[in-house]
């Protein structure tokens, strides 16, 4: 901690509870309170909580309220020894609760009037909180966010502000509905596995092992641009993919008597997934072959470009022709080897990327390394720490001399990526 800025809890649960442990170990002891007197007996570092959240306002620049429901929000920020009854001007609430959007607004209106700032923000995952382990889902106004953010830094292992008032709230409600609408799909997928004679436990240790990080859960997303569009081509190719599994998995529940509502409505609602208006497999020009090819090329052409910005950065692709020059090997790189290669769902983006790395790494070109580490750190899908270990690992199979290169690329990468992050 390098600031002087005081924290303040109010709320003394898991969430509570875990930022107060948190900050403390990083030196930045807060003041807290909760209803009950011994709430803080078992929590390491976290002193006995205040007689009421106004006296936690007058000893905090920065207060996180972690109560149950917008009723004890309400009580705690604006009620008679709320912590808006003794705020001087400059005092930041951060609302950790997950409360509806109008009760955001609500709160925010009444710090506004005290000229005290205001912070929905939503944390996950809840049973991190005491290890610096949750994420801070922040929505407010900027100059609020930064003013607090030495703070939320303190407990948080990673602050993302997802944009005006509200914004954090809204991302973590839509974040729990991909919670919940994939623990659906657990229950049709598991339900299905046991008819047909195999262990769920199975069933996890294939998808724990297949997809450790978890990234085809969010690979659709991914490949959406900045207004929520899925490129057509990348629909166009996913889809028969996803009709044909669909379709198995519809008919292996029909045979087994298994009663799968989200996999009959998922496959009805497939062309709707992937934003595709029109049967793919109805021709804009039937009496033009040759010209519908040259679409069909254009359209490779494009998800390719695509795919190498989602692959190694927004703006890779600028390198390359907008469209297809008649140079074989580099059509070939765009059209085939990125939009063919690097975007089928059997590997993720990451799991390509490593063993692309690996490759590099064999012939000793320490820019193409470069390359692909800043890829990672871009997509976040790889730290500085686990690239500098890929670098030791890799000298134990190429030998020292190319694992030099290996690692002379991936030190540059984190540097240009660290510059690139602190302008």
Known sequence: MTDELRAGVVGLGMIGGGVAVSLARRGRTPVVYDIRPDASAHLSGVPEPLGSPAEVARSSDVVMVAVVNADQAREVIGGRDGLLSAARPGLVIVLQSTVALPVVHELAALCDERNVGFLDCGVTPGDKAAGNGMVAIVGGVEATVEAARPVLEDWAKKVVHCGPLGAGMATK???????????????????????????????????????????????????????????????????????????????????????????????????????????????????????????????????????????????????????????????????????????????????????????????????????????????????????????????????????????????????????????
């Open 173 to 423: 409600i839509a974040r729990n509905v991909v919670t919940y609408g994939s623990w659906r799909t657990v229950h049709e997928a598991s339900a299905l596995a046991r008819a047909a004679g195999v262990n769920p436990d199975q069933l996890a240790e294939v998808i724990d092992t297949a997809d450790p990080e978890g990234h085809t859960l969010l690979q659709l997303l991914r490949f959406q641009d900045p207004d929520g569009r899925l490129p057509e081509a990348i629909g166009r190719q996913i889809k028969p993919l996803m009709a044909k599994d669909l379709a198995a998995a519809r008919d292996l529940a029909s045979a087994l008597g298994v009663d799968v509502p989200l996999v009959e409505a998922t496959e009805a609602g497939v062309r709707q997934t992937l934003q595709l208006e029109e049967d793919p497999g109805t021709s804009t020009s039937p009496d033009e072959p040759e010209a519908a090819a040259a679409d069909s090329q254009e359209s490779l052409h494009r998800f390719g470009l695509e795919m190498m910005d989602a692959a190694y950065g927004p703006g890779f692709s600028a390198q390359m022709p907008a469209e297809p020059s008649g140079d074989p090997f580099t059509d070939e790189t765009t059209s085939y080897l990125f939009a063919q290669v690097w975007s089928r769902p059997g590997l993720s983006i990451r799991d390509r990327r490593l063993l692309t790395l690996g490759v590099a790494a064999t012939v000793g070109r320490p820019e193409l390394i470069q390359i692909i580490a800043r890829g990672g750190l871009i997509n976040d899908e790889l730290t500085p720490e686990q690239l500098r270990e890929a670098a030791l690992h890799l000298a134990a199979y190429t030998g020292w001399c190319k694992a030099t290169a290996a690692h002379t690329g991936i030190t540059a990468a984190i540097n240009e990526h660290t510059q690139q992050e602190t302008k």
